[in-house]
């Protein structure tokens, strides 16, 4: 038999919080990510994303979702890669956090992004799971620096960066809808992380994944 393990070790990764696991995707996961996505994730009148896929037809959006976490497993490389996690809340996903690393072995910078479905906001699991990958990135895998942007009316999101210590590091003009937008660029190092009264619990952390993600 294969060992499928050693070929794809980030398959037992798994990230732990007081309330939330963190998987890599996997197809199930993504079949309820998808409903989720088609539940709302944010009001029509506002868009979050850079790329704005919740704009898309919604006789394509789910197919559009799909082919894009397929894509990104196939392009899985020491030299860029992505760690999409699916969020779970009592065992029932509720939204992605991203982890993405480019030149990591020379960089050792990481940079994030994510989402959550509308039902589950304001909940406080914005800033859980992003402290989650952010522990696994800094205490796990040796990062240095860690990255992230957000859009000056998303204010959700800024605050998440905010208590975790992040510094504004410039900004950009972008058209998500073809109007402009200030995007606000974010950094943070490991002695500004401000970690909570827990430590995120991580399984499946070995020397094939290690290896993998330049981490080695």
Do not use: C
Not at 203 to 209: A, D, K, T
Request: hydrophobic share 40%.
């Amino acid at each position: 038999m294969v060992d499928t393990v050693r070929h794809w070790p980030q398959r037992d990764l798994v990230l732990r919080t007081p309330r939330l696991e963190l998987r890599p995707d996997d197809d199930a996961g993504l079949r309820e990510l998808v409903e989720v996505a088609y539940a709302g994730v944010h009001p029509p009148e506002r868009m979050p994303f850079l790329v704005p896929w919740t704009d898309a037809d919604p006789r394509y959006m789910g197919r559009g979702t799909l082919q894009y976490f397929w894509a990104e497993r196939a392009r899985f490389a020491p030299e860029a890669w992505a760690l999409h996690f699916l969020v779970r809340h009592e065992g029932r996903v509720v939204g992605v956090q991203s982890l993405t690393g480019t030149q990591f072995a020379a960089r050792r910078e990481v940079d994030s992004g994510s989402w959550l479905g509308l039902a589950h906001q304001g909940r406080g699991f914005g800033t859980e799971m992003r402290t989650a990958i952010l522990g696994y990135a800094f205490d796990h895998l040796g990062a240095r620096h860690a990255r992230s942007d957000a859009f000056t009316d998303n204010v959700a999101s800024l605050r998440v960066s905010e208590k975790l210590g992040y510094v504004r590091d410039g900004i950009s003009i972008v058209a998500p809808r073809g109007e402009p937008v200030e995007n606000v660029r974010l950094r943070l190092t490991p002695d500004r992380f401000v970690r909570p009264g827990w430590d995120v619990e991580v399984e499946g952390h070995g020397p094939e994944l290690a290896g993998l993600l330049g981490a080695g």
